[in-house]
Protein backbone atom coordinates (compact mmCIF):
# COMPACT_ATOMS: atom_id res chain seq x y z
CA UNK A 1 0.00 0.00 0.00
CA UNK A 2 1.25 3.51 -0.84
CA UNK A 3 0.33 5.09 2.78
CA UNK A 4 2.75 2.50 3.74
CA UNK A 5 5.37 5.43 2.15
CA UNK A 6 3.80 8.33 3.95
CA UNK A 7 1.43 9.54 1.20
CA UNK A 8 -2.21 10.41 1.08
CA UNK A 9 -3.85 7.62 -0.23
CA UNK A 10 -7.72 7.39 -1.67
CA UNK A 11 -8.68 3.81 -2.28
CA UNK A 12 -12.23 3.66 -4.41
CA UNK A 13 -14.49 0.82 -5.72
CA UNK A 14 -18.00 -0.04 -5.67
CA UNK A 15 -20.34 0.75 -2.85
CA UNK A 16 -20.83 -2.99 -2.61
CA UNK A 17 -16.90 -3.14 -1.87
CA UNK A 18 -16.49 -0.48 0.46
CA UNK A 19 -16.61 -3.04 3.35
CA UNK A 20 -14.15 -4.84 1.91
CA UNK A 21 -12.08 -2.04 1.46
CA UNK A 22 -12.36 -0.93 5.05
CA UNK A 23 -11.78 -4.39 6.31
CA UNK A 24 -8.07 -4.29 4.29
CA UNK A 25 -7.36 -0.79 5.45
CA UNK A 26 -8.22 -2.04 9.01
CA UNK A 27 -5.93 -5.08 8.40
CA UNK A 28 -2.81 -3.44 7.24
CA UNK A 29 -3.22 -0.40 9.18
CA UNK A 30 0.05 -1.22 11.18
CA UNK A 31 2.02 -0.73 8.19
CA UNK A 32 0.98 2.73 7.26
CA UNK A 33 2.27 5.98 7.75
CA UNK A 34 0.35 7.77 5.70
CA UNK A 35 -3.39 7.98 5.98
CA UNK A 36 -5.75 6.09 3.57
CA UNK A 37 -9.59 6.62 2.93
CA UNK A 38 -12.09 4.36 1.19
CA UNK A 39 -14.47 5.85 -0.99
CA UNK A 40 -17.06 4.88 -3.50
CA UNK A 41 -16.26 5.88 -7.19
CA UNK A 42 -18.50 4.83 -9.98
CA UNK A 43 -16.38 5.59 -12.99
CA UNK A 44 -18.57 8.06 -15.60
CA UNK A 45 -19.78 10.43 -12.19
CA UNK A 46 -19.20 13.28 -10.42
CA UNK A 47 -15.44 13.53 -9.59
CA UNK A 48 -15.23 16.78 -7.46
CA UNK A 49 -14.72 14.81 -4.48
CA UNK A 50 -11.99 13.54 -5.20
CA UNK A 51 -10.23 17.08 -6.64
CA UNK A 52 -7.87 18.34 -6.54
CA UNK A 53 -5.86 16.30 -9.37
CA UNK A 54 -3.89 12.92 -7.46
CA UNK A 55 -0.42 13.06 -8.32
CA UNK A 56 -0.82 9.47 -9.21
CA UNK A 57 -3.61 6.81 -10.25
CA UNK A 58 -3.20 3.15 -9.56
CA UNK A 59 -5.01 1.14 -11.95
CA UNK A 60 -5.66 -2.59 -11.70
CA UNK A 61 -7.44 -4.96 -13.79
CA UNK A 62 -9.66 -2.36 -14.90
CA UNK A 63 -10.19 -3.27 -18.98
CA UNK A 64 -12.01 -6.07 -19.43
CA UNK A 65 -15.58 -4.61 -19.64
CA UNK A 66 -16.78 -3.03 -22.86
CA UNK A 67 -19.86 -1.31 -21.37
CA UNK A 68 -17.40 0.75 -18.74
CA UNK A 69 -14.64 1.54 -20.86
CA UNK A 70 -16.53 5.50 -21.87
CA UNK A 71 -17.27 5.89 -18.01
CA UNK A 72 -13.21 4.91 -17.15
CA UNK A 73 -12.10 6.98 -19.47
CA UNK A 74 -14.20 9.93 -18.80
CA UNK A 75 -13.18 9.53 -14.89
CA UNK A 76 -9.80 9.03 -15.83
CA UNK A 77 -9.81 12.69 -18.10
CA UNK A 78 -11.60 14.30 -14.97
CA UNK A 79 -9.57 13.03 -12.31
CA UNK A 80 -6.03 13.83 -13.74
CA UNK A 81 -4.52 16.68 -14.26
CA UNK A 82 -1.29 17.28 -16.31
CA UNK A 83 1.34 16.32 -13.68
CA UNK A 84 -0.41 13.37 -12.96
CA UNK A 85 1.55 9.89 -13.29
CA UNK A 86 -1.49 6.95 -14.18
CA UNK A 87 0.11 3.57 -13.35
CA UNK A 88 -2.02 1.10 -15.03
CA UNK A 89 -1.29 -3.16 -14.65
CA UNK A 90 -3.63 -5.89 -16.27
CA UNK A 91 -3.37 -8.61 -17.51
CA UNK A 92 -3.03 -9.59 -21.36
CA UNK A 93 -6.31 -11.86 -22.00
CA UNK A 94 -6.78 -13.73 -25.19
CA UNK A 95 -10.08 -15.27 -24.84
CA UNK A 96 -13.54 -14.34 -26.20
CA UNK A 97 -13.95 -10.52 -26.33
CA UNK A 98 -10.91 -9.58 -24.29
CA UNK A 99 -8.34 -8.58 -27.32
CA UNK A 100 -11.16 -6.02 -29.06
CA UNK A 101 -11.92 -4.44 -26.08
CA UNK A 102 -8.18 -3.91 -25.04
CA UNK A 103 -7.94 -2.91 -28.41
CA UNK A 104 -10.54 -0.17 -28.34
CA UNK A 105 -9.79 0.98 -24.91
CA UNK A 106 -6.35 1.68 -25.88
CA UNK A 107 -7.51 3.49 -29.35
CA UNK A 108 -10.03 5.71 -27.33
CA UNK A 109 -6.95 6.40 -24.33
CA UNK A 110 -4.38 7.85 -26.88
CA UNK A 111 -7.09 10.07 -28.36
CA UNK A 112 -6.28 12.68 -24.90
CA UNK A 113 -3.36 10.30 -23.05
CA UNK A 114 0.40 9.17 -23.95
CA UNK A 115 1.15 6.12 -23.21
CA UNK A 116 4.45 4.13 -22.48
CA UNK A 117 5.08 0.45 -21.73
CA UNK A 118 7.08 -0.64 -18.65
CA UNK A 119 9.82 -3.07 -20.49
CA UNK A 120 9.02 -6.95 -18.81
CA UNK A 121 13.05 -6.57 -17.06
CA UNK A 122 11.75 -3.48 -15.03
CA UNK A 123 9.21 -5.38 -13.22
CA UNK A 124 9.74 -6.82 -9.80
CA UNK A 125 11.29 -10.31 -10.52
CA UNK A 126 9.18 -12.21 -8.39
CA UNK A 127 5.83 -10.69 -9.68
CA UNK A 128 6.66 -10.42 -13.25
CA UNK A 129 4.43 -12.12 -16.01
CA UNK A 130 4.16 -11.82 -19.71
CA UNK A 131 1.02 -11.23 -20.10
CA UNK A 132 1.00 -9.25 -16.70
CA UNK A 133 1.42 -5.52 -18.43
CA UNK A 134 2.59 -2.08 -16.60
CA UNK A 135 2.07 1.00 -18.65
CA UNK A 136 2.72 4.32 -17.47
CA UNK A 137 0.21 7.01 -18.64
CA UNK A 138 0.06 10.70 -18.70
CA UNK A 139 -2.36 13.48 -19.86
CA UNK A 140 -1.10 14.78 -23.53
CA UNK A 141 -0.18 18.21 -23.06
CA UNK A 142 -2.43 20.79 -24.59
CA UNK A 143 -1.43 23.20 -27.16
CA UNK A 144 -1.59 26.96 -26.32
Request: with cysteine; net charge negative.
Amino acid sequence: MAASLGADVTVTDLEELQDLLKLNIETNKHLLTGSIQAKVLKWGEDVTAFLPPPDYILMADCIYYEESLEPLLKTLKDLSGPDTCIICCYEQRTMGKNPEIERKYFELLQMDFELEEIPLEQHDEEYRSEDILILNIRRKKQET
